[in-house]
C-alpha cells in the first residue's frame, strides 16, 4: 500500500520502521494521516514475522510536533470529538500491536505526538527531544489520551503539572522522570533503535508477545488477578516449540533458533 504521508519499511527481517513524513508541518497530524497509521498498522499486524516496530518522525526537528491546529482551529464541539475518537482509535491500535513499539523521538514530540509517543511500549529519545502537552496554551485540554496514559507512566503528579502548566521538557528531565527510557546523540537514536529491535527480535516471539500482553492486560487488574493471568500465560509457552528449542538451547549450550510456533 502507498502513503502520502507516512513511510513504512521493512529495515531487516522481522524490524519494520513507520515514519511521520509532513516535514513542512513539523509532522503534525491530521486525520488523513492518522488513517494512514492505521493501515500501516494493519499490514504490520498480518505479518506473522513482524518482531518490533519503531516509530519515528523525518528529518531532526520533530517526531511529531502535535495535532494539525491550522485545520482543528474552526472545528466545531462535534468535530473535534470525531478527530480525537480517530486519534483515540489508530493510538489504541498501536498500543494493542501484538508486537513490541518502541518511539524514537527526535526533536519536538508535543500534544499530540507526545500521546502518540506515549501509545507505544516505551520510548528512546534524541538529546535534542522535547516533550510536552502544551495544549493548555491554545486554550484547550490534551484530548488524544493523554491525561491517561501520561499519568499512568510518570504518576499523577508529575503527569498533572505538565498537563496543567504546559511546561515542555528536554530529553535528560524525561528520563529522569519515566518518560523516556534512554538518551543518545541525534545521529545515533536510529542504530541504537535498531540495535534494541535487533536484541528483542532474536528472543523466543511467542515469549515476547505473550510479556506484553500480561503487561498490557495486568495493568488495570489488582495484583492478585494479574499474577493469575501471568501465570496462565506462562503455562501457555510451554504448548509451543520455541519453550523446547530455547530449553533445549540452554541445555546444549548453544544459540537458540526460534520459529514463533
Known sequence: MSFKHILLEQKEPGIYL????????????NSETLTEIGAALSEIGKEAAARVLLVTGAGD????????????????????QALSEQALRVFRKLEALSVPAIALVNGYCLGGGCEFALSCDFILAAENAVFGQPEVNLGIMAGWGGTQRLTRLIGRGRAMELLVS??????????QIGLANHVYPKDELLEQGLALARTIAAKGPLAVRLTKRAVQRGQDLDLENACILESQLFALCFSSADQKEGMAAFVEKRPARFQGQ
Do not use: C, Y
Open 166 to 175: 504546559g511546561r515542555q521538557v528536554r530529553a535528560d528531565e524525561a528520563m
Open 18 to 29: 513507520l515514519t511521520i513524513n509532513r516535514l513542512q508541518a513539523l509532522n503534525a497530524l
Open 61 to 80: 526537528r520533530a517526531f511529531v510536533a502535535g495535532a494539525d491546529v491550522r485545520v482543528m482551529r474552526d472545528f466545531t464541539p462535534l468535530e473535534a
